[in-house]
């Protein structure tokens, strides 16, 4: 079985930063698309950014040129860094992966999520 953990959340002042990350394990062959995604009470959840394996990062207008998506294959871990947080991030960060156990197939896995908190 696979699964996806994340940490990293809490409570930060309006501007400040925090650092999530999101971590894969189980019997994995290889992992594809990654990507972070949000939910704030109320609302629906949202896309915030997607890397692929190679790289290739994707990111939601309201969070670009502060938060940043990265990887580290060998770890089978992914990470978002945000930076000048805002009250409208307010929301619990869920990671997503689409992760091979056995050629052909691809499965598409959801951490439990993590609360960030932000004041003004």
């Known amino acids: 079985q696979v699964q996806l953990v994340e940490s990293g959340g809490g409570l930060v002042q309006a501007g400040g930063s925090l650092r999530l990350s999101c971590a894969a394990s189980g019997s994995i062959f290889r992992i594809n698309d990654m990507g972070w995604y949000r939910q704030a009470p109320g609302q629906q959840r949202e896309l915030v950014a997607t890397?692929?394996?190679?790289?290739?990062?994707n990111y939601a207008d309201s969070v670009k040129g502060r938060f940043t998506i990265s990887r580290d294959n060998a770890k089978n871990t992914m990470y978002l860094k945000m930076d000048s947080l805002k009250p409208e991030d307010t929301a619990v960060y869920y990671c997503?992966?689409?992760?091979?156990?056995?050629?052909?197939?691809?499965?598409?896995?959801w951490g439990q999520g993590t609360q960030v908190t932000v004041s003004s």
């Open positions: 890397i692929t394996s190679g790289g290739v990062t």
């Open positions: 997503n992966a689409a992760i091979i156990q056995t050629m052909p197939y691809i499965g598409h896995y």
